[in-house]
């Protein structure tokens, strides 16, 4: 039986790093420490539970059972005596020195990061945001290896083994330039179809989107000129040209006598928006104090449709 006098605080959260990372060099930048020092506590560990714990692999290491025995036990035994910490200290953001990586689309980074980044300047100062293009296949291991902490993306990209919250349900809205020669106010069916469209295609080159289904259920089809990577370069496409656009509703928003924003002649399906993070970092008190915040940055939008609890 192991002597658990021997076994200190420092040792099990470099083990559950360790585990977590299964690569000596990530763990070591995880815990602020040098690869060297990793390496004796993992020697110490060894000795101590007289097992090999991570083998050496041509990436990384590999878990043996008796790790992936004590994995799941000792992560939720340390995020328990975290909580216990936090809740008998008190979190005032203001004081927190930090740097968060948020991974998301560049429509969301312009409809919610954007107002997330000024309430932070006034409420928590020290607190930095990295903005990351999301990359749903990568975005497990980046949350696991701390790489990213937040996401937002639509519910079914979302990795099932993260936890999520549902923020807001987005729609679609068309958009002409203000002064188009064949729309003022309103948009019908044949003119949609007539006229040249923008779509964005994330992956590139895609010319094919939810409102061509919608359209193929009518018989219809539309004329599509160009695909875009992001959201946010259509509006200045769609203000310079006589093309128009589907485009969610947050990011037609705030450019008042440039586009008009019309309804579309057709049902075109919405979708919906998450928050998505890893589950090390539920109880932490800045997490969940910056989830909370996001939260209220979407509750605060006028657009908004309230987000589920």
């Not at 007539?194 to 289904?213: Q, R």
């Not at 008009?260 to 919405?270: E, K, T």
Request: aromatic share 4%.
């Amino acid at each position: 039986m192991t002597d658990i006098k021997n076994l200190d605080f420092n040792l099990l959260v470099t083990l559950d790093t360790l585990l977590a990372e299964c690569n000596v060099t990530r763990a070591a930048k995880r815990l602020n420490l040098s690869q060297p020092a990793i390496s004796t506590r993992l020697t110490r560990l060894r000795e101590l539970l007289g097992d090999p714990l991570l083998l050496p692999a041509q990436r990384g290491m590999i878990p043996t059972e008796r790790a992936l025995e004590l994995q799941e036990p000792l992560h939720a035994a340390l995020e328990g005596v975290r909580q216990v910490i936090a809740q008998g200290s008190p979190f005032d953001p203001a004081k927190v020195q930090a740097t968060i990586a948020i991974a998301a689309s560049d429509y969301v980074q312009y409809s919610v990061l954007i107002p997330l980044a000024q309430a932070l300047r006034t409420e928590a100062p020290g607190v930095n945001i990295a903005w990351r293009t999301i990359d749903t296949t990568l975005l497990d291991g980046q949350m696991a290896r701390g790489e990213v902490s937040f996401a937002l993306t639509t519910p079914e990209t979302a990795p099932p083994s993260l936890r999520m919250r549902k923020l807001y349900t987005e729609q679609y809205v068309a958009i002409a330039r203000a002064d188009h020669p064949d729309i003022q106010g309103t948009l019908d069916l044949d003119t949609f179809c007539a006229l040249d469209h923008v779509i964005v295609s994330p992956e590139g080159g895609g010319f094919h989107g939810p409102a061509d289904d919608a359209l193929a259920l009518l018989g219809r089809q539309r004329q599509i000129a160009i695909s875009a990577p992001g959201f946010l370069v259509v509006p200045e496409i769609v203000a310079r040209s006589d093309m128009i656009a589907l485009v969610p509703s947050r990011v037609a928003q705030g450019r008042p006598g440039r586009v008009q924003l019309l309804q579309p002649p057709l049902p075109v399906m919405g979708f919906d928006m998450a928050l998505v993070w890893h589950d090390r970092t539920t109880t932490h008190p800045l997490y969940r104090w910056l989830r909370e915040r996001i939260v209220k940055v979407i509750t605060d939008d006028p657009s908004n449709t309230s987000p589920s609890r």
